[in-house]
């Protein structure tokens, strides 16, 4: 599903924020990204999520090799990738539903068959009651759960969290955990960056450590 | 429930657009009533010129000029095309002096004999044979109007491309104007249109989003500027310097004239406002395929 080989990745001149990353991730994988802030866990999920391409290196998503990756093809394969943003990205202007309902309407659905799913969704992560609020009035905790619904909505493939728990108590964090396992039960590969480590302790599985740029599996 | 506008209608208001489009729009409206006016005046002078000849009879030594004009009366009228052949009596003649000589008498003064002549339009005359003929008469010339003719059609067709000059103009600014907004759309929703591309979003998907919004202010801009063109043409038409003046006899002519003329003066008027429209829409589509093609 992913394959990254001597990936390498600079933002212009400057020094190279990741130096030789291998790894491979298979369907059905759960895998924890770790590492002290400004390893480059942000911009590996960047490349991941197609955000970002790598300076030097292979990475393939998908069987696809992105370097030779035309623009009109990006959509079709992110649409396979849910992604769990650290800034949350919502859209201050639509409503907490709007928001979760965007990768679904953005794929063409029509708002009627989406509806349950959206609802039965923002239930699940303790939202229905937000549902027609805006982002602005919501907690930093609602708000973390609006993203993650969004990134499942569509029921990905793969989905790349970064610090998905960072702003909710520990019993949601758990609740959180618990939804990802289940999704990864269902199938859906898990690449969560965190700096959870009761989160990753709980969840007993192989981590990824970034540190100065290169990676190590734990 | 009906889902959100996914661009906010107040990220980068289009209002100067709709403003500086419907002033564009005015401006084109004005260029295609003075195209309209120019062809409208030019078909009338030429019709009018065409129909008609003059044969001059000038006063020539040792001939009688009665026995001459009546002689170049009589061989233009047997001519082949001919429909009315009409002498101008010597008053008529004096009067045709009188922005130059004034009203005194001209009773003495060699004071040419004019002819008027009308042609068949249907079957023209051979107007080179026609001249031969009346070299035959002593003193007696052929005035087919011709030089007058091509002089108006020069001119008009000069004011024409002027005309067309300013449309051309006025719809490359329009253009220019366009993009400008579109990207100033495009950079004011950046964050939007970034996290559509995360989300799967083709670019024809996030296009769709904003041109909707082009499309209208192309339309509104149109309609407010055919309807302040028309409103001018109607002030010109009732306050534009007397029921005499060229101005605004031809500004009436434009608002209320026979209903085939109207069509086409309407119709041409009324392209204004698609014309806009069809320029907000595809430029502001264009530009942003295009922008959004380089935006990963």
Known sequence: MLRLENVGLKYGDGPEILRDVSFSVRPGDFYFLTGPSGAGKSSLLKLLFLALRPTRGKLHIFGEDVGGLSHSKLPAIRRRIGVVFQEFRLLDHLSTYDNVALPLRVAGRAESSYRLDVMDLLDWVGLAHKSSDLPPVLSGGEKQRAAIARAVIAKPQLLLADEPTGNVDPLLAKRLLHLFLELNRLGTTMLIATHDKGLVRQAERPVLHLEQGALNLQ | MRPGAIIPATAASLTSLTVTMAVMCYLACLAIGALI????????????????????????????????????????????????????????????????????????????????????????????????????????????????????????????????????????????????????????????????????????????????????????????????????????????????????????????STPSIAIWSYGLLFAVPIAATLICLITARVTLIRRLGVIT
């Open chain 2, 37 to 256: 006016l120019v062809d409208r005046a030019v078909t009338s002078w030429t019709s009018g010129l065409s129909r008609e000849m003059t044969v001059q009879v000038r006063v020539v030594r040792d001939a009688d000029i009665a026995q001459e004009v009546e002689k170049a009366r009589a061989v233009t009228a047997a001519f082949p095309g001919i429909i009315e052949v009409d002498i101008l009596d010597e008053k008529a003649g004096e009067k045709l002096l009188e922005p130059w000589l004034g009203t005194r008498s001209l009773a003495g003064l060699p004071v040419p004999r004019l002819i008027r002549v009308v042609t068949d339009t249907e079957n023209p005359p051979d107007v080179t044979a026609l001249g031969q003929a009346l070299s035959q008469v002593k003193g007696a010339t052929l005035d087919t109007h011709q030089k007058w003719e091509s002089e108006l059609t020069r001119m008009a067709r000069a004011l024409s491309a002027v005309s067309y000059a300013i449309l051309l103009l006025i719809s490359v600014s329009a253009i220019a104007i366009v993009i400008f907004a579109t990207r100033a759309v495009l950079q004011a929703n950046r964050h939007i249109v970034d996290l559509l591309h995360l989300v799967g979003a083709r670019d024809s998907y996030i296009a769709r989003q904003i041109d909707g919004r082009f499309l209208r202010t192309g339309l509104l801009s149109g309609f407010i500027g055919v309807g302040l063109g028309l409103f001018t043409f109607l002030l010109l038409g009732l306050f534009g310097g007397g029921s005499e003046s060229g101005v605004a006899a031809a500004s009436r002519g434009l608002l209320f």
